[in-house]
């Protein structure tokens, strides 16, 4: 695969310029007609580093990336993306395929002195990855498209005192939908979640039963989520829904019930079971089991006797 070109953006009207957009109407915030876009034609793959926020819904946009793997977004799905990720794209080498849609772009200066500026951090889904976007209903698109109209009559209407709490109150309703839709979309979306969570398993079982488990060590959320090929915080959001629990919950039941095995049917000291789960220090393992099961390791094996 050729390396794409990196295009840095840090202004919501240098966004413009580039993609042959007329100036916004608000130097922070602004709603661009996805089908009014004249993309990059220098190359056909390109990465965008952006300095803000961006919520779209699009039609039409080609290939997306995700690590190796691409993923056609022609069906249209929206997808939300926080200041400095990357976003890398292929230019559609059909120039008839009809584009629609839109982009909210959200400069962080815009949220200044608000408590979203604040409060944006807790919606993971804009760090979840592009693969992970989320499908809409026609009803739910029909939600998400009245409020982005709301926002966009806002902002082309006269700027007065009001304007900006108006606008940011229509954005925290968005991302409230938004959040609403992707927990509908956990639950929704069965077969595929729940083979991330048969995966989730394999995976956890491979690992605690591996020979070489002292070298490993435990499992890290990151290095599972990767091998699961979606991101930490779709994978933890997905768990959360699914079962109650996150990811390093589940590393660690599947880490306690592997000690209670080790604990019941080996003669191995405590320690010695501690270093094989792939703990360094023995006194770590035994806080851990407390805390899990309430009764200390020696406790626990103490009952089987």
Same mark, same amino acid.
């Given at each position: 695969m050729q390396e794409p070109k990196i295009i840095k953006i840090k202004?919501?009207?240098?966004?413009?310029?580039?993609?042959?957009?007329?100036?916004?109407e608000h130097p922070l915030i602004s709603i661009v007609d996805y089908s009014k876009i004249d993309m990059p034609a220098d190359g056909g793959l390109w990465s965008l580093v952006a300095d803000y926020y961006s919520i779209s819904i699009k039609?039409?946009?080609?290939?997306?990336?995700?690590g190796q793997q691409e993923y056609d977004f022609d069906d249209g799905v929206m997808y939300c993306m926080a200041p400095k990720q990357v976003l890398r794209v292929v230019r559609p080498t059909d120039e008839t395929i009809e584009r629609s849609g839109w982009i909210l772009l =959200? +400069?962080?200066?815009f949220l200044w002195g608000t408590a979203l500026a604040r409060n944006i951090k807790k919606y993971e889904f804009f760090d979840y990855s592009v693969n992970e976007a989320l499908f809409l209903s026609e009803k739910e698109e029909t939600t998400i498209n009245q409020i982005i109209q709301n926002i966009r009559q806002e902002y082309v209407a006269n700027i007065d005192k009001f304007s900006q709490d108006i606008m940011i109150s229509q954005i925290e309703t968005l991302l409230n939908y938004t959040e609403r839709f992707y927990q509908r979309q956990f639950i929704t979306r069965k077969i595929s979640n729940h083979q991330v969570l048969d995966r989730l398993e394999a995976l956890l079982n491979a690992h605690f039963e591996s020979e070489d488990l002292m070298k490993k060590g435990l499992?890290?959320?990151q290095d599972i989520a990767g091998a699961l090929n979606v991101s930490p915080s779709y994978l933890g959001s997905l768990l959360k829904v699914l079962t109650g629990q996150s990811t390093?919950?589940? =590393? +660690?039941n599947k880490l306690?019930?592997?000690?209670?095995?080790?604990?019941?049917t080996t003669a191995l000291t405590v320690s010695e079971i501690a270093y094989e789960l792939g703990f360094e220090h023995p006194q770590s393992f035994s806080k851990l089991f407390k805390t899990k099961t309430k009764v200390s390791p020696l406790e626990f094996r103490q009952s089987f006797n």
């Amino acid at each position: 695969m050729q390396e794409p070109k990196i295009i840095k953006i840090k202004s919501i009207s240098e966004y413009h310029r580039m993609m042959g957009l007329p100036q916004p109407e608000h130097p922070l915030i602004s709603i661009v007609d996805y089908s009014k876009i004249d993309m990059p034609a220098d190359g056909g793959l390109w990465s965008l580093v952006a300095d803000y926020y961006s919520i779209s819904i699009k039609r039409g946009v080609g290939k997306m990336f995700y690590g190796q793997q691409e993923y056609d977004f022609d069906d249209g799905v929206m997808y939300c993306m926080a200041p400095k990720q990357v976003l890398r794209v292929v230019r559609p080498t059909d120039e008839t395929i009809e584009r629609s849609g839109w982009i909210l772009l =959200i +400069h962080p200066d815009f949220l200044w002195g608000t408590a979203l500026a604040r409060n944006i951090k807790k919606y993971e889904f804009f760090d979840y990855s592009v693969n992970e976007a989320l499908f809409l209903s026609e009803k739910e698109e029909t939600t998400i498209n009245q409020i982005i109209q709301n926002i966009r009559q806002e902002y082309v209407a006269n700027i007065d005192k009001f304007s900006q709490d108006i606008m940011i109150s229509q954005i925290e309703t968005l991302l409230n939908y938004t959040e609403r839709f992707y927990q509908r979309q956990f639950i929704t979306r069965k077969i595929s979640n729940h083979q991330v969570l048969d995966r989730l398993e394999a995976l956890l079982n491979a690992h605690f039963e591996s020979e070489d488990l002292m070298k490993k060590g435990l499992p890290a959320v990151q290095d599972i989520a990767g091998a699961l090929n979606v991101s930490p915080s779709y994978l933890g959001s997905l768990l959360k829904v699914l079962t109650g629990q996150s990811t390093q919950q589940h =590393i +660690h039941n599947k880490l306690i019930e592997k000690a209670k095995e080790k604990l019941s049917t080996t003669a191995l000291t405590v320690s010695e079971i501690a270093y094989e789960l792939g703990f360094e220090h023995p006194q770590s393992f035994s806080k851990l089991f407390k805390t899990k099961t309430k009764v200390s390791p020696l406790e626990f094996r103490q009952s089987f006797n």
